[in-house]
Nanobody, 114 residues
């Protein structure tokens, strides 16, 4: 199982920015795709963005969030700009590897509130 360590969540005012980071305990050669999902209270977990051969974004974040990877360090980032209260959720890092499939981080809370 791949271990994931996330950081960067917190409390921010509407219109503000946060940057999430995630480090995977996997070789970059073993990683197929890395991404972020989120789960708001009372809602199902939803895809935010993924970065593999191509990048994909949830329509609700496209143009505001940017996913990027540091392949050498097996890291993935999520730059979140122009945050709204609807972005409040626990954000989970996810990695899919060739050897062990899908693994999840412990989650980091993002709260957007004035």
């Amino acid at each position: 199982q791949v271990q994931l360590v996330e950081s960067g969540g917190g409390l921010v005012q509407p219109g503000g920015s946060l940057r999430l980071s995630c480090t995977a305990s996997a070789s970059r050669f073993n990683i197929r795709v890395m991404g972020w999902l989120r789960q708001a209270p009372g809602k199902q977990r939803e895809l935010v963005a993924t970065a593999g051969a191509t990048t994909h974004y949830n329509d609700s974040v496209r143009g505001r969030f940017t996913i990027s990877r540091d392949y050498a360090k097996s890291m993935v980032y999520l730059q979140m700009n122009n945050l709204t209260p609807e972005d409040t959720a626990v954000y989970y890092c996810n990695v899919v590897t060739f050897s062990s499939g899908s693994s999840w981080g412990q989650g980091t809370q993002v709260t957007v509130s004035s």
